[in-house]
């Protein structure tokens, strides 16, 4: 009996806990010149199996990100076309920010060893490109960590 309850939870724990061998994963940005103008397209993927599952998958999320871009600007063809893979990771945790306010070019991106460290980057990325009267509105809008990563 005792040898069940055993068994019970290490297979609890393995379905509640990230799968360290999906950790593979990737952010796709589509960048346009006037961003305060056209928005911003980001697809993230995290735990994949291979950095090119994650990459597929992140160009496909950056491609189709719904009805508006980060920035809250309408999604269009341009910013889908642009999306290319700018990092693949392992184990590691991504961040993104942006000025909520439509019309603003405040974005930005990073990749970290932890959430804290991706967050404080990807903030700091979007203050620079928001310009001095609107650095203070730069939000972080998601973060996550692939793998172990925390």
């Known amino acids: 009996m005792r040898h069940i309850r055993v068994l019970d939870g ?3 724990a393995v379905a509640f806990c990230p799968n360290p061998a999906k950790a593979d994963g990737a952010v796709a940005v589509g960048l346009p010149a006037n961003v305060a103008k056209e928005g911003v397209s980001i697809g993230v993927a995290i735990n994949f199996d291979t950095a090119d599952a994650a990459s597929a998958d992140a160009l496909k999320r950056c491609r189709n990100p ?3 871009t ?5 999604t269009t063809t341009k ?3 642009l999306c290319k893979v700018y990092s693949s990771f392992h184990d590691q945790c991504y961040a993104y920010a942006f000025d909520p306010q439509d019309g603003t070019p405040g974005f930005g991106w990073a990749v970290a060893d932890t959430t804290h460290d991706a967050e404080k980057e990807a ?11 609107r650095r203070a509105a730069c939000k972080v809008v998601k973060s996550g960590c692939d793998g172990t990563a925390k």
């Open 10 to 12: 290490l297979l609890l």
């Open 66 to 68: 719904g009805p508006t």
């Open 70 to 74: 980060v920035s809250g600007t309408p």
């Open 79 to 81: 910013t889908g076309r």
């Open 123 to 133: 903030l700091g990325n979007c203050e620079n490109t928001a310009g001095p009267g």
